[in-house]
T-cell receptor, first 113, second 114 residues
Framework: RKEVEQDPGPFNVPEGATVAFNCTYSNSASQSFFWYRQDCRKEPKLLMSVYSSGNEDGRFTAQLNRASQYISLLIRDSKLSDSATYLCVVTTPGGSSASKIIFGSGTRLSIRP | DVKVTQSSRYLVKRTGEKVFLECVQDMDHENMFWYRQDPGLGLRLIYFSYDVKMKEKGDIPEGYSVSREKKERFSLILESASTNQTSMYLC?????????????FGDGTRLSIL
């Protein structure tokens, strides 16, 4: 089982729709959680951190469910510019040194007019 | 804003050459990372460094080495380039892991080995 798993998609939704996707993680000791977006042939960019209480940034809402070991990203009123790959990132306690940072393989989202 | 700068956006080298990829960050971050990203495989960690002159192997260090002589600069070295090292290389930096800070990425270097 992968340490971090995402549905690769693609999710193809009309403009204005609400879309949500999840990311599951296997290590219950995981500490920090983030969502990144990556446009085609570009670098990943931090979209938002995910806090235990859940957090919202405009049309984007991120939630953490520790009991079921997943994080979610909800996008409301989707725009054409939201088309991208969304990567979830989980930090787990490392071995001898730093924490281990694990990237999911990404979920592709395509918004159609 | 955090700025992570990679020396080249596109690079073409020949098999057997020694290749240097440079990364500089301007936010005094302790941690720096090198990843490669390939279709269907996601980001894979090659090496990381949490302090000057410190380095640790990631998941796929074979065929690579790194150098961190100054805090702001982290270099990835392909000792003898091979065609299977053709990939997108991404550098990232972050504050100390203890605070679990997010990583910030450079623009990436698309490296082709012929």
């Amino acid at each position: 089982r992968k340490e971090v798993e995402q549905d690769p998609g693609p999710f193809n939704v009309p403009e204005g729709a609400t879309v949500a996707f999840n990311c599951t993680y296997s290590n219950s000791a995981s500490q920090s959680f983030f969502w990144y977006r990556q446009d085609c042939r570009k670098e990943p960019k931090l979209l938002m951190s995910v806090y235990s209480s859940g957090n919202e940034d405009g049309r984007f809402t991120a939630q953490l469910n520790r009991a079921s070991q997943y994080i979610s990203l909800l996008i409301r009123d989707s725009k054409l510019s939201d088309s991208a790959t969304y990567l979830c990132v989980v930090t787990t306690p490392g071995g001898s040194s730093a924490s281990k940072i694990i990237f999911g393989s990404g979920t592709r989202l395509s918004i159609r007019p | 804003d955090v700025k992570v700068t990679q020396s080249s956006r596109y690079l073409v080298k020949r098999t057997g050459e020694k290749v240097f990829l440079e990364c500089v960050q301007d936010m005094d971050h302790e941690n720096m990372f090198w990843y490669r990203q390939d279709p269907g495989l996601g980001l894979r960690l090659i090496y990381f460094s949490y302090d000057v002159k410190m380095k640790e192997k990631g998941d796929i260090p074979e065929g690579y080495s790194v150098s961190r002589e100054k805090k702001e600069r982290f270099s990835l070295i392909l000792e003898s380039a091979s065609t299977n090292q053709t990939s997108m290389y991404l550098c990232a930096s972050s504050y100390v892991q203890g605070n679990n800070q997010p990583q910030h990425f450079g623009d990436g270097t698309r490296l082709s080995i012929l």
